[in-house]
């Protein structure tokens, strides 16, 4: 089992709508959690971290923590052309090291 | 201010070469990390310095890849005899205090021919 998994996609959601990105971790133990969004040839940007159960906003950006489920997600309203990416999860591991999932490639249909 | 830097941007070598990959963190952050990204996959941790030392470098695949950073400020991650394996994207990370957020350079793409 991997430790951070997410569906690769592609996930393709129409212009407007809410893009709704998943992901779980093994480790029960996990603390910190972070959504990173990467444009093809670019390097990942962090857009998200999220500490506590429930949800968190950040302007189009809505993060999703529930521990006892081992599940962390990213919701994105009215979803824009720019936001097509590929999606990274990841957990901090330890003190330090992120470990990322495999990412989910998002496209906004116009 | 300024982000992360990282030069070369690309980096082409033959097999069995050595390289340096070099990382200049944001001003004033004391955590840097070096991460490795192959096509398709998320990024694997390498190697995280706090201050000058090696706090945590579990994620370097062997004894060919070292990294250091004598300064506490820019780190230079050193690759011995290449292999077509290592071709990927190579980032490095900083984040301002020990378990602190990580923000990421642009990476060096690697290709070992």
């Known amino acids: 089992q991997k430790e951070v998994e997410q569906n690769s996609g592609p996930l393709s959601v129409p212009e407007g709508a809410i893009a709704s990105l998943n992901c779980t971790y093994s480790d029960r133990g996990s603390q910190s959690f972070f959504w990173y969004r990467q444009y093809s040839g670019k390097s990942p940007e962090l857009i998200m971290s999220i500490y506590s159960n429930g949800d968190k906003e950040d302007g189009r950006f809505t993060a999703q923590l529930n521990k006892a489920s081992q599940y962390v997600s990213l919701l994105i309203r009215d979803s824009q052309p720019s936001d097509s990416a590929t999606y990274l999860c990841?957990?901090?591991?330890?003190?330090?090291?992120?470990?990322f999932g495999q990412g989910t490639r998002l496209t906004i249909n116009p | 201010g300024a982000g992360v830097s990282q030069t070369p941007s690309n980096k082409v070598t033959e097999k069995g070469k050595y390289v340096e990959l070099r990382c200049d963190p944001i001003s004033g952050h004391t955590a840097l990390y070096w991460y490795r990204q192959s096509l398709g996959q998320g990024p694997e941790f390498l190697i995280y310095?706090?201050?000058?030392?090696?706090?945590?470098d579990s994620g370097l695949p062997n004894d060919r890849f070292f990294a250091v950073r004598p300064e506490g400020s820019v780190s230079t991650l050193k690759i011995q005899r290449t292999e077509r394996g290592d071709s990927a994207v190579y980032l490095c990370a900083s984040s301002p205090n020990r378990g602190g957020e990580q923000f990421f350079g642009p990476g060096t793409r690697l290709t070992v021919l």
């Open positions: 310095f706090q201050g000058t030392g090696a706090a945590d």
């Open positions: 990841a957990v901090k591991k330890g003190a330090q090291k992120l470990v």
